[in-house]
């Protein structure tokens, strides 16, 4: 879709700072009004070191696939020297990743088609490892490096582990609440919100604990299901899930969506301390 389908829709975007402008300038080119709230950012691991050796790894050809899920990971790759290995390749979990990988000079091989989750990139990479075996006889570490964020979820590891490979876990960077800022997030939150983006269990969590009262009928869009149930489980609904799991899947979801009703605005999250589950492969 293109076009103005979103006109006069103020839409909260509350992701990184870096991230949401990519995302205004698409609501922009919908004819909508972004409102940009960045509640999370990113911040290079407490411990440097266990990247940088696994990088040094990664440059002498010990593993046959480098695997990024997530456009902040391939931005903190960047950041650490990652170059492209002959004979090796790079899995991006969705287009937002690869773009970012390509900035950083690094081209994916593979991406999954349609489901941008980690579960998802993990399936294609277990198939990929599938169809070629090893043939080294002293090769029996881990063939996939993943560079993820610290505290990231299980799935794709598990999506690998069912075809009997394994993949060496580093941290890549960490994902941080920003600065409180009560008062400008008081003013963005009350200026007749239409729409929140969410589009990570990261965002998530801060809604629930900055954002209360959300702006009663703001339509919460989830990016896909893992976002979803981590809204759901802090005590916020989701009122639509993107069937693609992209910024314009989110925005398609949005446009094709029949009116709000005026009346059921968004129940407070209960009061606990539960983290947020991890959606960190919806961060295509």
């Known amino acids: 879709m293109s076009g103005a389908e979103l006109a006069g829709l103020r839409i ?15 609501v922009r080119e919908r004819g909508g009004i972004p409102v940009v709230l960045p509640l999370i950012g990113s911040a290079p691991p407490l411990d440097p070191a266990p990247l940088g050796a696994a990088l040094d790894a990664w440059h002498r050809g010990a593993y046959a696939w480098l695997a990024v899920t997530s456009a902040a990971g391939a931005s903190s790759l960047r950041a650490a020297g990652a170059r492209s290995v002959p004979g090796s390749r790079i899995a991006a979990v969705g287009p937002a990743t690869a773009l970012a990988l390509a900035e950083a000079g690094l081209t994916a091989d593979l991406v999954p088609e349609q489901e941008f989750t980690g579960a998802a990139l993990g399936g294609a990479l277990a198939a990929a490892l599938s169809r070629a075996p090893v043939t080294e006889p002293d090769a029996s570490g881990p063939r996939v490096l993943l560079p993820v964020a610290a505290g990231a979820g299980t799935e794709f590891e598990a999506a690998l582990a ?27 939150l009350d200026s007749g919100i239409d729409a929140i983006l969410v589009t990570s269990g990261s965002v998530a969590r801060e809604l629930a604990v900055r954002c209360q009262p959300l702006p009663p009928g703001a339509r919460l869009v989830a990016i896909g299901e893992p976002t979803a149930r981590a809204l759901a489980e802090l005590g ?15 925005l398609d979801a949005l446009a094709l969506a029949p009116p709000s009703p005026d009346a059921d605005p968004h129940p407070a999250p209960p009061q606990h301390s539960t983290p947020a589950p991890d959606s960190r492969g919806a961060h295509a």
């Open 236 to 250: 916020l609904r989701p009122d639509l899930v993107a069937e693609t799991h992209t910024v314009a899947g989110m």
């Open 162 to 188: 069912a075809v009997g490979e394994r993949a060496h876990r580093v941290t890549a960077y960490r994902t941080v609440p920003t600065a409180r800022h009560a008062e400008a997030e008081r003013a963005a």
């Open 12 to 26: 909260l975007i509350p992701r990184s700072a870096d991230a949401a402008r990519a995302t205004a300038r698409e």
